[in-house]
């Protein structure tokens, strides 16, 4: 029983473009989403967030939009810059409870 | 300041043998967790913990054992190691935002 979906494994855009990545849940106590980056051989570093009383963020070239009543959030980058090659996890959060429930990821390849 | 830490990089182990992946935070943080990335599946968590002298297990957590003596350190013990443990195995600090990961530890079961 997947709660955060990734569907997407992979998505190619080209630089300068707009990279829309998605993850959807299931579980509607998730009150607290988030963006993940990882580059190979690395951890995964925080990217953005949002809390369910929003429904949209902003952090530089990254926003975050959450739509609860679709139980959808979706990672926007514009423009793409090579450099943001990377997977990408979405990951969701409950009540504080701190267990962070990660999607699988989507592999961002930004093409120069 | 060094965040989290983990030792050792890479380790390759023999089906049977047991060993102890380290983990170590300096940001005081109450909760810690280790989490397991194999391909397709994204991060699972296996053992995780609020605080020295509490732990509780996450989604995977058959085949490891933890302990928190410590606010800083959060060894995840292999008792008996097998193939389907081969993966690279990241510890997590969680501040008041978000998590801080370490670099990972991969370890290949033969």
């Known amino acids: 029983d997947q709660q955060v979906k990734q569907n997407s494994p992979s998505l190619s855009v080209q630089e300068g473009r707009i990279s829309i990545l998605n993850c959807d849940y299931t579980?509607?106590?998730?009150?607290?989403f988030l963006w993940y980056k990882k580059y190979p051989a690395e951890g995964p570093t925080f990217l953005i967030s949002?809390?369910?009383?929003?429904d949209k963020n902003e952090d530089g070239r990254f926003t975050v939009f959450l739509n609860k009543s679709a139980k959808h959030l979706s990672l926007h980058i514009v423009p793409s810059q090579p450099g943001d090659s990377a997977v990408y996890f979405c990951?969701?959060?409950?009540?504080?409870?701190?267990?962070?429930?990660f999607g699988k990821g989507t592999k961002l390849t930004v093409n120069p | 300041n060094a965040g989290v830490t983990q030792t050792p990089k890479f380790q390759v182990l023999k089906t049977g043998q047991s060993m102890t992946l380290q983990c170590a935070q300096d940001?005081?943080?109450?909760?810690m967790s280790w989490y397991r990335q194999d391909p397709g599946m994204g991060l699972r968590l296996i053992h995780y913990?609020?605080?020295?002298?509490?732990?509780d297990q996450g989604e995977v957590p058959n085949g490891y054992n933890v302990s928190r003596s410590t606010t800083e350190d959060f060894p995840l013990r292999l008792l008996s190691a097998a193939p389907s443990q081969t993966s690279v195995y990241f510890c997590?600090?969680?501040?008041?935002?978000?998590?801080?990961f370490g670099p990972g530890t991969r370890l290949t079961v033969l």
């Open positions: 997590a600090s969680r501040g008041p935002d978000t998590q801080y």
């Open positions: 940001m005081n943080h109450e909760y």
């Open positions: 913990s609020v605080g020295a002298g509490i732990t």
């Open positions: 579980n509607s106590m998730f009150d607290y």
């Open positions: 949002i809390s369910s009383i929003k």
């Open positions: 990951a969701a959060d409950k009540g504080g409870s701190e267990k962070l429930v």
